[in-house]
């Protein structure tokens, strides 16, 4: 008895039994081939808090919590449509932010300095135009703090539903195209398909190129428009869908169209945030991501060129990342004249942050283009948006 106790506590004091183990049945111990992978998401976040808490300074955990907060959507309206829902939906409360905007100038908007920092970027409304708002376009929103949901829309008896939801903020750069009758546009990087919904809207436009380099985002820009346009319509040899690469616009058709939307890929702040599916920052999209400036470069300079002289081009993403948007449009106007003679104009869009002041929570003090930013009260965006006159 004495024996056994005594080699139990030999048996204790021993750390590595191992040894006693004849090499032929010893198991190798299991170690994690890599270290666990944190999700796409926790990495945007990480990223977004180092680069946005440097550029945005105090605006940045408002707006940190606003992005991971249930976003607010817009109703486009379809006019192609025979459902009244303009009635149903302001029964709900709901109001058209376009037609019922406020005159007033927030105070937010007023503290901006009138004299840009960068006089030779930056000009006041080119010829001291105004922006003519196109009356065919309608979207609906719940007033600043309701975040009550739309329901989804009803098909009507020609199967084309009443309204489409999306950010309502995407609907300003197709505001800032002021687009007028007879203009050929050219909308550079179509899908989902939101905003050329919103530019057929207008019922304006005389030619309307779409397009969209991946061609399986063209068919699901092909299924969107056939949900809400009447099929004459998308058959009209005034409109034609494409998926050619927009980097080679400028060979392809150059000179030629009156308007050109440029809403480029870039990181999708919000869905970087809220999804890990089809997320650009997992690992695997790393180098993908990191291209995204000189795509966005190429992508703008194609579309540059493909506009007419005196046509005018509308640059916008939907992320906060300088590096994305002032970066991107100012190596543009150097490239365009430096490497093709191409002169252009930076076209004030504070007329429309008066406009929809009101609607929308605007960054400050931004040299170059307007930027909505993301606000618990008015809960769209990110969008940047930035337009250019092409000079003669």
């Not at 707006?63 to 709900?92: D, I, P, T, W």
């Not at 007023?110 to 105004?130: A, L, T």
């Amino acid at each position: 008895m004495a024996l056994l106790w005594d080699t139990s506590l030999l048996l204790r004091k021993v750390k590595d039994l191992r040894c006693l183990t004849p090499r032929r049945h010893r198991v190798k111990e299991k170690w994690a081939a890599t270290r666990p992978k944190l999700p796409p998401t926790r990495l945007a976040v990480h990223h977004f808090d180092a680069t946005y808490s440097t550029q945005l300074g105090q605006l940045w955990p408002s707006v940190r919590l606003a992005m991971l907060s249930e976003r607010k959507y817009g109703a486009l309206l379809n006019n192609f449509s025979h459902n009244a829902v303009l009635a149903e939906l302001k029964a709900q409360g709901c109001i058209d932010f376009i037609s019922e905007r406020e005159r007033e100038v927030p105070s937010c908007l007023e503290e901006k300095s009138e004299e840009p920092s960068d006089v030779s970027m930056k000009s006041s409304d080119v010829d001291g135009e105004q922006l003519s708002l196109s009356p065919n376009i309608k979207c609906l929103v719940f007033p600043r703090g309701d975040v009550t949901r739309f329901k989804p829309a009803r098909p009507d008896k020609n199967s084309l539903l009443g309204y489409y939801l999306m950010d309502a903020a995407s609907l300003l750069p197709c505001l800032a195209l002021d687009v007028q009758e007879g203009h050929s546009v050219l909308d550079l990087c179509a899908a989902p398909g939101g905003k050329t919904l919103a530019l057929l809207q207008t019922q304006a436009i005389r030619f309307l190129c779409i397009n969209d380099s991946s061609v399986s985002r063209t068919l699901r820009l092909r299924k969107v428009l056939h949900s809400y346009v009447p099929k004459q319509l998308l058959t009209n040899e005034n409109l034609r869908i494409t998926s050619f690469d927009g980097t080679k616009w400028g060979e392809i058709e150059s000179n030629t169209f009156d308007r050109v939307l440029v809403d480029v890929p870039c990181t999708t702040d919000r869905h970087s945030l809220m999804e890990d599916d089809n997320n650009i920052f997992s690992k695997s999209r790393t180098g993908e991501r990191r291209r995204l400036p000189q795509l966005q470069l190429e992508l703008l300079l194609a579309g540059i060129q493909a506009a007419c002289p005196g046509g005018e081009i509308l640059y916008s993403t939907c992320t906060l990342s300088q590096n994305q948007n002032l970066s991107v449009v100012e190596q543009a106007i150097y490239q365009a004249r430096e490497k093709d003679g191409i002169h252009l104009q930076v076209v004030d869009l504070r007329p429309l942050t008066r406009m929809f002041g009101n609607t929308f929570h605007f960054a400050p003090d931004l040299h170059l283009g307007e930027m909505v930013i993301p606000h618990l009260a008015a809960n769209f965006g990110p969008i940047y948006m930035c337009k250019l006159k092409r000079l003669t």
